[in-house]
């Protein structure tokens, strides 16, 4: 009679989390561009202070505005992902 030896359970293979940290890195480089986007605005001379203000703010406005989209298109390409996985 040969002895058999029992091989050990497989160990689950633990998932690498890479989305969260990307998202996180694509937020904190929004908002590090929003912050110095909304700096510009201080540096204007005195006789174009409303022009550049209002530069400054439809600057910053379009920022934000590309920040949405960026978190949607990310949102539903996770989505999309997890589905898939399954």
Request: aromatic share 10%; net charge positive.
């Given at each position: 009679m040969t002895?058999?030896?029992m091989q050990p359970?497989?160990?689950?293979?633990?998932r690498h989390r890479?989305?969260?940290w990307i998202?996180?890195?694509?937020q904190l480089l929004f908002l590090a561009w929003v912050?110095?986007?909304g700096e510009t605005g201080s540096d204007c001379s005195p006789d174009y202070?409303?022009?550049c203000e209002t530069g400054t703010a439809i600057?910053?406005?379009?920022?934000i505005a590309l920040w949405v989209a960026v978190d949607i298109i990310l949102a539903l390409t996770y989505?999309?992902?997890?589905i898939f996985r399954r």
């Open positions: 002895k058999t030896r359970a497989p160990q689950p293979r633990h890479i989305f969260p998202f996180l890195a694509v912050i110095m986007g202070q409303g022009a600057g910053v406005g379009l920022i989505m999309v992902f997890k």
